[in-house]
Nanobody
């Protein structure tokens, strides 16, 4: 079955960096586009970034453009989200997504 397991969430200071990972299994990872979403307390889940199946095309929400980088390693069946210049507004549970499939989420908290 499809499994998506996120890791890398942590407490970070404003201006700091974190790298999230999403380990995928149970499907042909290299054939599917993948996305990161996030949900802040009291807010709806929102799309953060998307990467195409071979990693050549990406999309970013305006709020993270220039600060976050999405990437993937199809050999390792893993997707990444490099987050730089973090600010408190990035505090959220971050989810890995493929279509109707979601991971359990990893918590990112940005606070001094």
């Amino acid at each position: 079955q499809v499994q998506l397991v996120e890791s890398g969430g942590d407490l970070a200071q404003p201006g700091g960096s974190l790298r999230l990972s999403c380990a995928a299994s149970g499907f042909a990872f290299g054939l599917f586009g993948m996305s990161w979403y996030r949900q802040a307390p009291g807010k709806e889940r929102e799309l953060v970034a998307t990467v195409s199946s071979v990693g050549t095309a990406t999309y970013y929400a305006e709020s993270v453009k220039g600060r976050f980088t999405i990437s993937r390693d199809n050999v390792k069946k893993t997707m990444y989200l490099q987050m730089n210049s973090l600010n408190p507004e990035d505090t959220a549970v971050h989810y890995c997504n493929r279509g109707n499939y979601w991971g359990q989420g990893t918590h990112v908290t940005v606070s001094s």
